[in-house]
């Protein structure tokens, strides 16, 4: 298996700019994680799809952020109009059903930077 | 809002020696999870360990559990350069959301 596929793995966009990150999750997994990393924060729960179905957004920073998992082999974070801060690395997960027991498995990150 | 906290934020040993990492948390959970992410990668999961676990042991990783303290510490025995990464814990309270601490930065020198 691949493993969870992201891109681009970095993006370095300017101020006010649309950009887009994009996720495959592992074949067969039904739950999806969108996390940000940062130095300040740490890692953070943006997002979590079970069956496609978006369960929890309460991470989302704002509503320059979305978030849509239009079948179960792909996702996107979208951010428009981006923002200086919210330069950090977005990482996308992915595991079988979201249980509480199971290993969330990530994917490479994409590298965010917004100049 | 973070979970669990470790300590060290830095760790530096030589190769062979035992790294010793701890986390602690504030509220209660069913199980506590630990992570590796190399430099410029994703975080891989290592181990899992219940609350009503007190220890667990997989290759030369062994985790502790207090829930008493509400304290973990994850120890890599005889350590090797290919350990050096930041090792995260992460927290999981009852549903499917993890609350990772801002790591430990391990690095081991040959």
């Known amino acids: 298996d691949a493993g969870v596929i992201q891109s681009p793995r970095h993006e370095v966009t300017e101020m006010g700019q649309e950009v887009t990150l994009r996720c495959k999750p592992i074949?067969?997994?039904?739950?999806l994680f969108w996390y940000r990393q940062t130095m300040m924060r740490g890692l953070e729960l943006l997002i979590y799809?079970?069956?496609?179905?978006?369960?929890?957004d309460s991470g989302m920073p704002e509503d320059r952020f979305s978030a849509k998992m239009p079948n179960a082999s792909f996702s996107t974070l979208k951010i428009q109009p981006s923002e200086p801060r919210d330069s950090a690395v977005y990482f996308c997960?992915?595991?079988?059903?979201?249980?509480?027991?199971?290993?969330?498995?990530f994917g490479p990150g994409t590298r965010l930077l917004v100049l | 809002s973070q979970q669990g906290e470790e300590d060290p934020q830095a760790l530096s040993i030589q190769e062979g020696e035992n790294a010793t990492m701890n986390c602690s948390y504030k509220?209660?959970?069913?199980?506590l999870q630990w992570y590796r992410q190399n430099s410029g990668r994703g975080l891989v999961h290592l181990i899992l360990?219940?609350?009503?676990?007190r220890e667990k042991h997989s290759g030369r990783l062994r985790v502790t559990l207090d829930t008493s303290k509400k304290s973990s510490s994850l120890l890599i025995t005889a350590s090797r350069a290919a350990d050096t990464a930041s090792y995260f814990c992460?927290?999981?309270?009852?549903?499917?959301?993890?609350?990772f601490g801002k790591g430990t930065k391990l690095s081991v020198i040959p």
């Open positions: 997960a992915s595991s079988l059903s979201g249980g509480a027991e199971e290993t969330q498995y």
């Open positions: 074949s067969g997994h039904n739950s």
């Open positions: 799809f079970n069956n496609n179905v978006p369960i929890d």
């Open positions: 509220t209660s959970i069913n199980n």
């Open positions: 360990i219940r609350s009503n676990e």
């Open positions: 992460a927290t999981e309270a009852g549903s499917y959301q993890l609350t």
